[in-house]
């Protein structure tokens, strides 16, 4: 196996002369989130050919080289797994692809239960592939031999895996299935979403009472403003059930801050008083001035609270359809059809095979498989 390292904007070159010849090439991404606060793309696997390439983005840039051919309608492009990469590529080097291929999203529609690379590679090709670097620290250099190695091992085998996949789909019929899905997945973009709630983004944060939640959004702002300092992962400085225990409990001193399981003593020593002050200030406000967890405006549909109780049963019967036809097909009942779809039938139920098909999220190959049944749901509710 041809491992090349490139580190150097002259090695581009060799990258550039393997793309000219190839029609398929494996692609993954390796990125800095575990460790670091900015999860910034860090390494580039690309098999072309015979020859695995290591391009090392933060020494040279590889849009030049890469851009044009993973645009190029020509050449498909193999990944796994690839929703994340995909806007990574995106945000990092503003390249988006074309003929992309996912072997997880293949994979899924055969009705496989265990999606991840290293299971597929067992079971399909009898490969097994290590773990070791899994949560490594993809931002360090110089990058070490073992984890180069280890890295080149994610696309080395994708064009067997591949070709296995898609082999099996078109014997199914469902190779038309995955060419849908693999179309929509080159439409995703990053997006920084950088007016969500912070709380939105602890699952607990919706059972706190309103005090609690203005504590944990005092607690998350200031983690993130440490991280941000340390470049570290913010759930590397603190966990989020640790931040929970401070808006819960409330610690007024440092002793008590550095009680709470999960506090780092040197951190509440270093960055503690900070985290005290804001939180006396939040406990301060006005009971007006206190935010609590939001909650999304509810119109008359009930669309965006609660809804009604005949848009929850008329979604609990589409659900019923949606799972019997997934067991018929083998498949996993989300993989049919996610249930925010069907949530959205449920509020506006379409009068047709059209209006279906033009529901938000509805595949065509969605409607095609499922629609006449559940139509059929909705015709009897409106009878």
């Not at 988006?96 to 239960?113: F, M, N, P, R, S």
């Not at 799972?323 to 097909?329: D, G, P, Q, W």
Request: glycine residues 8%.
């Amino acid at each position: 196996m041809d491992i090349r390292y490139i580190e150097r904007s002259q090695e581009l070159s060799s990258v550039r002369g393997a793309l000219e010849d190839a029609g398929r090439v494996a692609l993954d991404c390796e990125a800095a989130g575990y460790h670091r606060y900015s999860d910034r793309l860090c390494l580039i696997q690309l098999t072309a050919g015979n020859t695995t390439f290591l391009i090392d983005p933060l020494a040279v840039d590889p849009e030049p080289v890469l851009g044009p051919a993973l645009r190029d309608e020509k050449i498909e492009v193999l990944m796994h797994g690839a929703d994340y990469d995909v806007r990574l590529l995106d945000r990092d080097l503003g390249v988006g692809l074309t003929g992309l291929i996912d072997t997880q999203i293949a994979a899924a529609l055969l009705g496989v239960e265990s999606l991840g690379l290293s299971a597929l590679l067992q079971g399909q090709l009898g490969v097994t592939l290590s773990k070791k670097y899994q949560k490594a620290d993809w931002a360090q250099r110089p990058l070490p031999e073992p984890m180069r190695e280890y890295a080149a091992m994610d696309t080395v085998y994708l064009h067997g895996l591949a070709a296995r996949l898609l082999a099996e789909l078109e014997e199914r019929g469902r190779l038309d299935w995955a060419r849908e899905e693999f179309r929509e997945l080159e439409k995703v973009r990053f997006d920084a979403n950088g007016d969500r709630d912070p709380v939105t983004r602890v699952k607990v944060a919706r059972d706190l009472d309103s005090r609690e939640v203005d504590r944990l959004r005092v607690g998350l702002e200031w983690r993130d403003r440490v991280a941000r300092e340390l470049d570290r992962a913010p759930f590397r400085v603190v966990g989020d059930p640790t931040l929970v225990e401070v808006a819960t409990r409330r610690p007024r001193t440092l002793e008590e801050l550095q009680g709470i399981p999960g506090m780092n003593r040197s951190l509440a020593e270093r960055e503690g008083k900070a985290l005290l002050d804001r939180l006396r200030d939040s406990d301060g406000r006005p009971d007006g001035e206190v935010v609590g967890y939001p909650r999304p405006p509810r119109d008359r549909s009930g669309v965006g609270g609660r809804p009604p109780p005949e848009v929850e049963a008329r979604f609990t019967r589409l659900k019923e359809v949606r799972n019997l036809r997934a067991a018929e097909l083998g498949l996993a009942r989300g993989t049919l059809l996610p249930n925010g779809v069907l949530q959205i039938l449920a509020e506006a139920p379409p009068t047709g095979r059209d209006d279906l098909a033009a529901t938000a999220g509805m595949r065509r190959w969605q409607s095609e498989v499922l629609g006449d049944a559940l139509l059929e749901v909705l015709r009897k509710d409106g009878s």
